[in-house]
C-alpha cells in the first residue's frame, strides 16, 4: 500500500521504516521538501522511500499517519491541504506534550484533544486515534516485551477503525487492539500520556505498556 | 488501627467497611453527624465502626481516607479542619469527575491536581494520592480480577508513602504497588481516569484494571 508518513521525528522515522520494511511505499512528509532528516532517512531506507512536503506524502499515500508533535499538528495538516487528505484514513499518533513551568502538560485535553482538531477541521478525513500511549520502538514491535500488552484505538468510523486494527495486526504485529469508541476517547488516550510519562520517570525506561487485566 | 474515612459514597463505603473487616477502628466521617447512609453503615457493620463529622473522623484516626468527590474534596478537609488533620497520612482516593456538555471532564487537571490542591491547603497533612484509578470493590479486593494488575502511590513523604504501600498490601492485598514519585504525579494518576471511563464504556464493566508490562 501507500502510505503518507508527516514527520520526521523519532515515531515518523520508526513508523515509516517498519512500513516499508514490511512492503509499503512510504512517503515522508515534512515543512520543506528538502528536510535533513527526510533526505536523510530516504537515502538509508531504499526505493520504496519517498520524501516531500507534508501536501506531497498526503497526495501519494492512500493512508496517512500523523507522527508530528501535538501542538503543530493542525498546520501540519492545513499545509497538507484539504484537497490531498480527502476522505483518506489518517492514524493520529501524536500528543500534545508541552514542557512547562508546571511540569510536563498538554496544550490541549479534557473537553477537546488534537484528534479531535484534526477531525473538526477535516470532516472528509477519517481520523483514528492509536499508538499515542507507547515509546516508538513497541508501537511498530510489541513483541519486544514479553508479556501480553494493549494498544488502543478510537474514531467516528467504524471502516476506518476496522482498516487500522489489520495494519496494526499485520504490519507492527498487535495482538491486542481495544476499541474505545468514538473519537472522543481520543481525550483518555492523550490524557493518559500525562500518566505514562510519570510512570517513565518511576521505571527510568520508556520500553513498557499497560495490559487490561478483567 | 483508628482510621478515618471521609465520604459516604461507595467508594468510603467499601473502603471502610473492608478496613473493619481486616481489625481497624474505622469512623465515617460526613458533612453532618446524622448523615443516613453514614447511620446505616455503622448500624450494619457492628462495633469497631463508628460515625460522625469530618472533624469527629479526621480526630478520630490516626491514618485518614479521602473517598469524597473530587470536586468537593478541598470543603471536606476544610470542615474537618487543620488541628485535627495535623500531620497525619491522608490517603486521598478521590477523582474530579465533573459530567458536563462536553462529556465526562476534570474539573482540575493538567497543571494541577485535587491531591496537590489538599496538600497545598494542608502543608503538615501528608497527602498519598493511591487507589483513585480503580473501582472500588477492586481497591480492597485485588484478586476478583485473575491476572496481575497494579496500583499506584503518589506523595511528598517517603515515609507516609511506605505505610500506605504496607496498608495496601496488608489491609487490601495488594500485590504489586507502583511509586511514581512526588504528589505531582497524582495529575497523571487522575487524569487516567477520563482514559478509565472511556475504558468502562468500552468493556461495559468496571471490573478491570492495568498491569504495567515491562
Known sequence: MKIGVFGTGMVGNTIA??????GHDVRMGS????????????????????????????????????????????????AAGAGNLGGKVLIDVSNPLARTAEGMTLSVCNTDSVAEQLQRAFPDL???????????????????????HD????????????????????????????DLGDLSAARGQEMYVIFWVRMFGALKSPMFNIHVVR
Not at 17 to 22: P, Y
Not at 130 to 147: H, K
Open 151 to 178: 494498544v488502543f484505538v478510537s474514531g467516528n468510523d467504524e471502516g476506518a477503525k476496522a482498516r487500522v486494527s489489520q495494519l496494526l495486526k499485520e504490519s507492527f504485529g498487535w495482538k491486542n487492539v481495544v
Open 17 to 22: 521504516t517498519k512500513l516499508v520494511q514490511v
Open 126 to 148: 477519517k481520523v483514528v486515534k492509536a499508538l499515542n500511549t507507547l515509546t516508538a520502538p513497541l508501537m511498530v514491535n510489541p513483541s519486544l516485551l514479553a508479556g501480553e
Open 31 to 78: 515543512r520543506s521538501a528538502g528536510n535533513e532528516k527526510s533526505v536523510a532517512w530516504v537515502k538509508s531506507t531504499g526505493a520504496r522511500a519517498s520524501g516531500g512536503t507534508f501536501a506531497d506524502a498526503a497526495a501519494f499515500g492512500e493512508l496517512l499517519f500523523n507522527c508530528t508533535a501535538g501542538g503543530v499538528s493542525l498546520g501540519a495538516l492545513q
